[in-house]
């Protein structure tokens, strides 16, 4: 592509990460999108952006976010600008207890209707299925609305959000035929309720009691049995928060004999232990549950040898309260009972600085392989590459300036959004994004939210 003498915006002098490498080079950008990256570009920028001493990453994909009553896409979209992400993919679903009211089609067009109107971020959506949806009249029509991923739960049969394994082959099948992705919850449900009610039955139910009732086995065998119905059907398939030590070893073989088979984790399951729930209690609380320091040290693994492929931050918009009278399907809840508390915790708005600090600063993982994790595998696997997640010519110009040098502390104070708490509270972490750009937008620099809602573009996924 030709460069012209003069273009919109120039970032000058940066250092350019992306999944392969990292060079120092310019970038220019027109019209919104990319117009060359090189060294010294010889070009003039109506707007000149001075990225001497910073990492220019592509813009961060969260392909793991929910949305909530609390947490709209509209501040949850502000507060994942403010970590560094330009395009979110949310779960939309009909599940009543999620506050849906229409069917999965009616929801999924009022999202997108929602999200044009209100997004400070690009976004595409996962459709999640549920047990009484007619998956094969579904899934097509919500293909050709743009969707190209749904999501299965094999647990929460309580909550009304367990898939059966006919089910899931429906499902599949359908989703295969419809040349889109199927995506799993992956732990054993029946597994899980035993355990609690088990638990219940002893008088077990502190906070430091429920990670055992969702032990590491209940998610390594869904990850088998989810595999083989995958198989079964000829479906690709994407695995959700990996989180359990025994889950890599298993993913390792299982993507030999299936390479359609892609895997993501959690920032959480790579910085946080269940200790956290004798300490933070409820606001720990989360599934699959936090586990030990080998699963942590497992899943850093994963990342650095590709048997993971993505990381995303699953947050869920919670606050402190709706954490302590939430969740529980009783009339009368017991707070001092934790299978009664709500599950998720926030996280959007940290996940990429927390994970840099861990990861580069503390010598885990190389630039590039975030670059892959956060930027070009969540773009491939979701249909939106090289559209998204890569700076290369053609491509949108989402990027993010990155400072490796501005030392912080994480607190809940300092978040965009409606959320009151972080697992990350006190952290001290060195690199923040100094400014995000989303199409050639600017739309958080130096802190600031400098963007406007109604910008937004809904994604229409091709997988």
Known sequence: MAVPSLVDTLVRGGLVVEADAVRRADVAI???????VGPDL???????????????????IDAHVHPSPIEPIASLSEAAAHGGTTTIIPF?????????????????QRFIDEGQRTSLLDFAIHASIGQSDDAVALIPMLVKMGVGSFKMYMTYSRRGM??????????MATAAEAGSLAMVHAENGY??????????????????DFPPTCPNAVEAEAIFRAVTLAELTGCPLYVVHVSAHESIP????????????????????????????????????????????EDNDAMWQG???????????????????SKVSGGSLSTTPDPDNIFEARFGVPGAEWMFQAVFDEAVNRGRLPLT????????NPARIFGLYPRKGTLQPGSDADLVVFDPTVRHTIAAQRQHGHTDFTLYEGRECLGAPALVMQRGQIIVKDGQTVATAGQARYLQANP
Do not use: W
């Not at 070009?43 to 813009?59: E, N, T």
């Open 30 to 36: 027109s019209a919104g999108r990319i117009h060359a």
């Open 42 to 60: 010889k070009v003039d920028g109506r707007q000149v952006i001075d990225a001497g001493g910073k990492y220019v990453f592509p813009g961060i």
């Open 92 to 108: 939309v679903s009909a599940f009543a207890s999620f506050g849906a009211t229409g069917t999965l089609t009616d929801e999924v």
């Open 162 to 171: 367990m898939l059966t394994d006919d089910k899931m082959l429906q499902v």
């Open 191 to 208: 597994a899980i309720d035993y355990l609690v009610d088990r638990a219940i039955r002893e008088g077990r139910k502190a906070p430091e």
């Open 250 to 293: 298993l993913l390792r073989q299982l993507r030999e004999r299936k390479p359609d088979l892609y895997t993501e984790t959690c920032p959480q399951y790579l910085m946080f232990t269940n200790a956290e729930m004798k300490t933070r209690g409820r606001l720990a609380k989360m599934g699959p549950p936090l586990r030990k320091r």
């Open 303 to 321: 990342l650095a040898e590709g048997v993971l492929d993505v990381v995303g931050s699953d947050s869920v918009g919670a606050t402190i309260a």
């Open 369 to 376: 392989r975030l670059a892959r994790v956060f930027c070009q």
